[in-house]
């Protein structure tokens, strides 16, 4: 029997549906029709050759090709119950027991037959282990000694998996959010890396991706250098791919581990790809995911940051609404990726998620989106500023003050575009104020304090702006990061005519 036969056996009514659905709302035909044969013959399921005839209407050679093709893809596509219902096969530990109970052994045989087939093939430890203590204890009954230590023995290994998994979480959760963070030693670090490093190339797929994962979230969290290094560019390329084939593999029920290294790609990418191969690559990773069902009920932390990316991104290349043609020379497939990113925005701010605990993120994700905003009309700037104010005012008593540099770095750019000077010079003092003796992002630092000088020189053309602006201007040469900033100061002292 084909594995995608067994699954579909052992689906109850909801997850089949669930799973039907998915397949028409990806218009996945082929595989929807294979899947209902496969359901409308039960029990009694019929051969590969019956079957491809009742799905292409022949079994010679070339339809029996593309049949089988056809059974591993569909077989790919339980993904979607593996991440979004990972216990999709518990039920029939239930059905198992009842059968016994009922005297029918042969059909509990043949449901545990399947079932843990399917089981180990997903790494679904916890059912795998119930079926095997049910093999174990079924040997021992029937005086099979050397059944019942082989199942007991590979029940061991299970379990030795499922501790493995338990402790590369543990460990993520214990050193991935400490805040000493930039003390760390080399010796530190090296630590840290060597217990992941050790899981890479274990029997068990699940133990293997995560522990993959967790190596290069930790040179991420750390800013280790070596997160930008080709070596590290090769694994997340090749963790994609793994992740992509072996979807099926069962992990943590609410770990959505394929959106965390999509982010840690594209965080990779960022600084390396041109402006137009990045938004080709950013505006696929994100639409080509199916958001998992549990996101409804929490803030999606791995989205919000890839929105934060993609609104950077965007300020960084198209910061130039002081522009008069500005909205209307913008290319129409750039207002199409912002106007998509917007909609994502308004998405998650409208869930009623947002409780006393999420102050902080949610103020985030409301500047992401007003970063959005101001890159496009009068109105949405306007909407930016006034919701920036508001935001101000309605969160004075919570304690953000890492997100200053950015939120003000928004509202003062969105005074700017408004040519609401008297606006930028408030914006700025308290931006000054708030933020004395802090540490600050260089690139927004410097952003504020170049579109100020800006500003100051515009209303009341005295030299010492254009003189400060220079300044700032010869500390972007230096530093090879801030090489949009710099491009970003060229531009506004060439088109307002700065001169010392």
Excluded at 400 to 406: E, G, K, N, P, S
Excluded at 480 to 490: C, G, M, N, R
Aim: contains cysteine; neutral net charge.
């Amino acid at each position: 029997m084909l594995s995608i036969q067994k699954v579909i056996l052992l689906l109850d009514d909801h997850h089949f549906n669930e799973f039907k659905t998915h397949l028409k709302e990806s218009n996945a035909e082929l595989p929807l029709t294979l899947i209902n044969q496969i359901r409308k013959d039960s029990w009694n399921q019929k051969e590969s050759d019956i079957l491809c005839k009742a799905v292409y209407g022949s079994k010679d050679e070339k339809s029996k090709k593309k049949f089988f093709q056809l059974v591993h893809y569909t077989f790919r596509l339980t993904s979607f119950l593996s991440r979004n219902h990972p216990c999709y096969l518990q039920h029939n530990i239930c059905l198992i027991e009842q059968n016994i109970n009922k005297g029918e052994l042969e059909k509990a045989n043949k449901i545990a037959e399947i079932l843990l087939d399917v089981a180990e093939k997903i790494e679904d430890f916890s059912t795998s282990i119930a079926i095997l203590k049910y093999y174990a204890q079924q040997a021992f009954i029937t005086e099979n000694k050397t059944s019942a230590i082989k199942h007991h023995q590979r029940i061991s290994e299970l379990l030795r998996y499922e501790h493995i998994v338990n402790q590369i979480y543990l460990y993520m959760r214990q050193n991935l959010n400490f805040k000493g963070k930039s003390s760390l030693t080399d010796k530190e670090m090296q630590e840290h890396l060597s217990f992941y490093n050790k899981y890479r190339n274990s029997e068990s797929l699940s133990v293997q991706l995560l522990s993959r994962f967790a190596y290069c979230q930790t040179l991420n969290y750390l800013n280790d250098q070596a997160f930008y290094s080709r070596e590290t560019e090769e694994e997340l390329d090749a963790l994609t791919d793994d992740l992509e084939k072996n979807g099926f593999v069962i992990f943590s029920f609410s770990d959505d581990i394929q959106l965390n290294v999509d982010y840690l790609k594209l965080k990779h990418l960022i600084y390396k790809l041109s402006k137009d191969d990045l938004q080709k690559e950013a505006a696929a990773m994100i639409k080509k995911r199916e958001p998992l069902r549990f996101w409804k009920n929490y803030v999606n932390t791995p989205e919000i940051i890839y929105l934060s990316i993609q609104a950077s991104y965007y300020l960084t290349h198209y910061c130039y609404g002081y522009r008069k043609d500005y909205n209307e020379s913008l290319p129409k497939e750039v207002k199409t990726q912002i106007a998509f990113y917007k909609g994502k925005c308004e998405e998650i701010l409208a869930k009623p998620i947002w409780n006393e605990g999420l102050y902080v993120r949610y103020i985030n994700l409301n500047n992401i989106y007003c970063g959005f905003l101001i890159l496009g009309t009068k109105e949405e700037i306007k909407k930016a500023t006034e919701k920036l104010e508001s935001l101000l005012v309605n969160f004075q008593q919570i304690a953000f003050q890492r997100l200053y540099d950015a939120l003000f770095a928004t509202l003062l750019i969105g005074y700017f575009y408004l040519n609401d000077h008297e606006g930028v010079q408030e914006c700025y003092k308290r931006y000054e104020k708030l933020t004395a003796g802090a540490s600050k992002n260089i690139e927004n630092d410097i952003t504020i304090k170049s579109i100020y000088y800006v500003s100051q020189w515009i209303n009341t053309k005295r030299k010492q702006y254009a003189e400060k602006l220079l300044a700032v201007y010869k500390k972007t040469q230096e530093n090879d990061k801030l090489k949009h900033v710099e491009t970003l100061i060229k531009d506004m002292i060439t088109y307002y005519e700065i001169q010392n």
